[in-house]
């Protein structure tokens, strides 16, 4: 039986295939504007914290007023002008399906902007999975744990019945701050060998694998970090 009563799911790069379209509106921002270059692994490594935490990362000795620039720039792109595609991964809507069926609560925790993860939503039509989300306009970015413990909080669960699934070592280090358990997924930002040093209960290499896991039987809490492919 699974000691799990909530899912808590990150969304770039976890359910919804966004990294080359966050890359490329940050490019497009960044050249804009003239700033200095950054590379596109760059780039990525900052995907999952919050817009102004992943710009004073990029440029730490950039002041508040360029931050803000790029930030309005790289907001028009990603919304509106940059044609690159998102879109959810393959099974990701049957995933959700059948974990509902299955009895779980779903919740998102991003570093998205709230504009953004509502726009979002029902253009992909999952939005009635979830009983609540966290975005990192509205509170801590991750890995401060503080929009997991306030979705625990909403969901009146207890953080050992929650777990935390992400692609970055942002989402791991937050479930491990909130005290719960977390699943890494290798097939968004950041490596396997990075997020297994981040000690999550075990890494799966797809959507498939992920539904796997649901589905055979989950740890308890004596776990074993393994890998699985799908």
């Given at each position: 039986?699974?000691?799990?009563?909530?899912?808590?799911?990150?969304?770039?790069?976890?359910?919804?295939?966004?990294?080359?379209?966050?890359?490329?509106?940050?490019?497009?921002?960044?050249?804009?504007?003239?700033?200095?270059?950054?590379?596109?692994?760059?780039?990525?490594?900052?995907?999952?914290?919050?817009?102004?935490?992943?710009?004073?990362?990029?440029?730490?000795?950039?002041?508040?007023?360029?931050?803000?620039?790029?930030?309005?720039?790289?907001?028009?792109?990603?919304?509106s002008a940059d044609p690159t595609?998102?879109?959810?991964?393959?099974?990701?809507?049957?995933?959700?399906?059948?974990?509902?069926?299955?009895?779980?609560?779903?919740?998102?925790?991003?570093?998205k902007g709230r504009?953004?993860?509502?726009?979002?939503?029902?253009?992909?039509?999952?939005?009635?999975?979830?009983?609540?989300?966290?975005?990192?306009?509205?509170?801590?970015?991750?890995?401060?744990?503080?929009?997991?413990?306030?979705?625990?909080?909403?969901?009146?669960?207890?953080?050992?019945?929650?777990?935390?699934?992400?692609?970055?070592?942002?989402?791991?280090?937050?479930?491990?701050?909130?005290?719960?358990?977390?699943?890494?997924?290798?097939?968004?930002?950041?490596?396997?060998?990075?997020?297994?040093?981040?000690?999550?209960?075990?890494?799966?290499?797809?959507?498939?694998?992920?539904?796997?896991?649901?589905?055979?039987?989950?740890?308890?809490?004596?776990?074993?970090?393994?890998?699985?492919?799908?």
């Amino acid at each position: 039986m699974s000691p799990y009563k909530l899912i808590v799911f990150d969304w770039d790069g976890t359910l919804m295939d966004s990294e080359a379209r966050i890359v490329a509106s940050m490019r497009s921002a960044i050249h804009d504007l003239s700033f200095p270059f950054r590379e596109d692994a760059q780039l990525r490594n900052v995907i999952g914290l919050g817009l102004p935490e992943a710009l004073a990362m990029l440029y730490p000795d950039g002041d508040k007023v360029m931050r803000g620039a790029l930030v309005e720039r790289y907001r028009h792109y990603y919304l509106s002008a940059d044609p690159t595609p998102s879109r959810l991964f393959e099974g990701a809507e049957e995933l959700l399906k059948k974990l509902r069926e299955q009895g779980y609560l779903m919740a998102i925790a991003t570093g998205k902007g709230r504009s953004g993860l509502d726009r979002i939503l029902p253009e992909v039509g999952v939005a009635h999975y979830f009983c609540a989300s966290r975005c990192a306009d509205e509170t801590a970015s991750k890995p401060n744990p503080r929009m997991l413990l306030e979705i625990i909080a909403q969901t009146q669960v207890e953080p050992g019945e929650t777990l935390m699934v992400g692609d970055t070592e942002y989402d791991l280090l937050m479930a491990k701050y909130a005290g719960t358990d977390a699943l890494a997924v290798s097939y968004g930002v950041h490596e396997k060998a990075r997020l297994q040093r981040c000690g999550p209960v075990d890494c799966v290499d797809s959507i498939a694998a992920l539904g796997d896991w649901f589905s055979g039987p989950v740890y308890d809490s004596a776990r074993n970090v393994s890998c699985r492919h799908g």
